[in-house]
């Protein structure tokens, strides 16, 4: 919070945080931060793509603009892209009267049709991500081989608390790193049976990205980050077959389980 106010400048007019934050999972308090932007005059604008409006309301812990990817958790099945920006009317008419005229703000009626179809059933997706997610992060985080875990639904997450007090529950991401060099973290993401390598969150299946040690996004990332991390989209199969599939997949690579 001292970081974000010292940031702020007389010129400042908005600030954009991103909670949880990808792909760190990284809780920021909505709630402190606004007081800081209305302090300065300015807007605050919270991406809550990983909580979706099921788990986090940002607009009713302060925030003036919410920001979220309907690829992900909104549409959640993978097969439709769009975005949506939330907040009062002054603001999104300004949005419209500028943004869309430079770049354009309207999807195509099948997509469209995919994300509203989708967002009917995101309560019992969310909750169903999040009770898979906190099982599979309770038995990462009690694995010999798994070097670090962050998921907000952890006592042991740095922002826990926070996580407690502004989101209904945790939703379905865990990032964690393994003790093990390049090699044997490729090898143990291709031994993944039921867990899908893919770029993308907010699936019906899982899926899983490894960012290696030497990625250029590293310098932004805590220092367990750095050395290399997994950044795990928990699905909606059941958990016990996900637990399973990263079981045999350690095995596989060579690393200690129990």
């Given at each position: 919070?001292?970081?974000?106010a010292?940031?702020?400048?007389?010129n400042?007019?908005?600030?954009?945080?991103?909670t949880?934050?990808?792909?760190?999972?990284r809780v920021?308090?909505i709630?402190?931060?606004a007081?800081i932007?209305k302090?300065?005059?300015a807007?605050l604008?919270?991406?809550?793509t990983?909580?979706?409006?099921f788990?986090?309301h940002?607009?009713a812990?302060?925030?003036d603009?919410?920001i979220?990817s309907l690829?992900?958790?909104?549409?959640?099945?993978?097969?439709?892209?769009g975005?949506a920006?939330?907040?009062?009317?002054?603001?999104?008419?300004?949005i419209?009267?500028?943004a869309?005229?430079n770049m354009?703000?309207?999807?195509?009626?099948f997509n469209?049709?995919?994300?509203m179809?989708?967002?009917?059933t995101l309560p019992?997706?969310?909750?169903?991500h999040?009770?898979?997610?906190?099982?599979?992060?309770?038995?990462l985080?009690?694995q010999p081989?798994?070097?670090f875990?962050?998921?907000p639904g952890?006592?042991?997450?740095p922002?826990h608390e926070?996580a407690?007090r502004q989101?209904k529950m945790y939703?379905?991401?865990?990032?964690?790193?393994?003790?093990?060099d390049?090699?044997?973290?490729?090898?143990?993401?291709n031994?993944?049976?039921?867990?899908?390598p893919a770029v993308?969150?907010g699936?019906?299946?899982?899926?899983?990205?490894?960012?290696g040690?030497?990625?250029?996004r590293n310098h932004?990332y805590?220092p367990e980050?750095a050395?290399g991390?997994?950044?795990?989209?928990?699905?909606?199969?059941d958990a016990e077959?996900?637990?399973?599939?990263?079981?045999?997949?350690?095995?596989?690579?060579?690393?200690?389980v129990?």
């Open positions: 919070l001292s970081q974000i010292n940031a702020v400048r007389p400042t007019r908005l600030i954009h945080i991103e949880p934050g990808n792909p760190t999972t920021s308090d709630a402190a931060i007081k932007a302090t300065a005059g807007l604008s919270v991406d809550s990983f909580a979706s409006p788990l986090q940002p607009l812990l302060g925030a603009l919410v979220h690829t992900k958790y909104i549409n959640g099945h993978g097969d439709a892209m975005g920006v939330i907040g009062r009317k002054v603001l999104i008419d300004q419209k009267s500028q869309m005229v354009g703000g309207v999807i195509s009626p469209a049709w995919l994300i179809r989708g967002a009917v019992l997706r969310m909750r169903q999040s009770e898979n997610a906190m099982q599979v992060a309770r038995f985080e009690s081989a798994v070097a875990i962050a998921y952890l006592e042991s997450h922002q926070i407690k989101m939703s379905g991401v865990i990032a964690f790193g393994l003790k093990a390049v090699a044997a973290h490729n090898q143990f993401v031994a993944l049976e039921v867990i899908v993308s969150i699936h019906d299946e899982s899926l899983i990205v490894y960012v040690p030497n990625d250029e932004f805590p980050f050395q991390h997994l950044r795990f989209s928990v699905g909606l199969e077959d996900i637990i399973a599939d990263l079981r045999q997949a350690l095995t596989q690579a060579g690393l200690s129990i």
